[in-house]
């Protein structure tokens, strides 16, 4: 069997999850060869799915059209009568956006893969024949990815809960405002406390994604973190505003969460990386903003990690802005994020050292990164680093 990736599989947090997500998963299996159909449903006969079948793409977008529940996982054969598996999946995509959805084929074609991903938004793909054991592998993981990304809509759900109640409350305080003094004070208390409890839950929803891709890719565990610090630390040189600081804070804190669709195989991968797995990587940046969407930031948080790939002179990714059509928050992650990847060790290299990075950044100042992100920076650094970042790396 030949395995591959695009939008990956969660890791172990899944099990935890699924001690509250309990319900049973539907998958569909869309094949025009009934022995493909078959074999599925003896593969999947002694788990705890329910599987469905059709042997076309019409078929099956019927069902999906009708169904009593969503599906957790669709699996779809490439070549097929009437329509193939990439036109079914820019369908079925649109029924259920959350399922993931897995390619069969006879061959990788590469032509076919990247309309795969681009149309059809598929997360794998697998080559016939394959290995039962690995295939009922990747289902579960598949299974925990759905899991994983339930758990976040939960919390997002629940964030917009609280700040469906912030709301009342301010408006009740208003049509109050006439009354005693007295029940102003109770009522401004309760706003406070229902304000504190909904910036907990969103400290916690940002600290849960970004633990996330942190379980996923231990070699840079703590990086967020370390990149928020020295953003946060370049913004506030710049004397920026607090809430852009803040806003830069939970951006960089976010700023891998993209990165929970890219397989773990690539992120540890300690060769280089072939173009494919290069396209892949990229993609992070626009997942990070498509879960980030929903969340009810009061700062774009969504947009400033959708550019923070970027470059002043437009070698950047994954839209090629340049100079302000860049935000000054995605510039400053930007920096911060070159600085602290190159000081620290990754699978593919030894860590670079900080006078590395910070060569890397002064070289192409004014051309790749901003001129006044890294002068601010270097004041930082003399300032109040030049300790610690004498160092191999912030760890």
């Keep these: 069997m030949s395995l591959k990736y695009f939008t990956g599989s969660c890791s172990s947090e899944g099990s935890e999850l699924s001690k509250i997500l309990k319900h049973k998963h539907s998958i569909l299996v869309v094949d025009d060869e009934d022995a493909i159909l078959n074999a599925f449903n003896r593969i999947l006969a002694d788990e705890d799915y329910e599987v469905h079948t059709a042997s076309n793409g019409l078929e099956a977008l019927n069902k999906l059209k009708t169904a009593q529940k969503p599906y957790s996982i669709i699996i779809s054969d490439q070549r097929m009568p009437q329509m193939n598996g990439v036109q079914f999946f820019t369908q079925a995509k649109n029924i259920f956006p959350d399922a993931v959805r897995i390619l069969l084929t006879d ?179 626009k997942v990070a903003r498509d879960i980030l969407v929903n969340i009810e930031f009061p700062y774009p948080v969504g947009e400033i990690i959708f550019q923070h790939h970027e470059r002043m002179d437009g070698s950047g990714y994954p839209r090629g802005l340049t100079g302000d059509e860049i935000v000054i928050e995605a510039r400053i992650i930007g920096v911060a994020d070159v600085i602290d990847a190159m000081a620290s060790y990754r699978p593919y290299r030894p860590a670079l050292g900080v006078d590395a990075a910070i060569e890397e950044i002064v070289r192409f100042k004014g051309i790749a990164y901003d001129a006044a992100v890294v002068d601010a920076f270097l004041k930082v650094h003399k300032r109040n680093f030049k300790d610690r970042l004498s160092q191999a790396s912030y760890h």
């Design 107 to 285: 061959y990788a074609d590469t032509g076919t893969v990247i309309d795969a991903i681009n149309k059809g938004e598929v997360s794998c793909y697998f080559t016939k024949p394959w290995h039962e054991e690995e295939l009922l592998f990747h289902i579960k993981q598949s299974i925990s990815k759905v899991e994983v990304l339930a758990e976040n809509k939960r919390l997002i759900e629940l964030i917009q809960h609280k700040n469906a109640e912030f709301l009342e409350l301010n408006r009740t305080l208003e049509e109050r405002t006439g009354k005693k003094t007295s029940d102003l004070f109770v009522q401004a208390e309760k706003l406070k406390d229902s304000y504190k409890k909904s910036q907990i839950i969103l400290e916690g929803v940002v600290k849960t994604l970004s633990k996330i891709v942190e379980t996923r890719d231990p070699y840079t565990s703590g990086h967020e973190v370390q990149v928020a610090k020295i953003a946060c630390e370049i913004a506030k040189e710049m004397e920026l505003p607090e809430e852009q600081i803040t806003a830069i804070n939970i951006a960089a804190t976010l700023h891998d969460i993209g990165k929970i669709s890219v397989p773990t195989e690539i992120l540890t991968k300690s060769g280089l990386l072939t173009d494919l797995e290069r396209e892949i990587i990229k993609t992070h940046c």
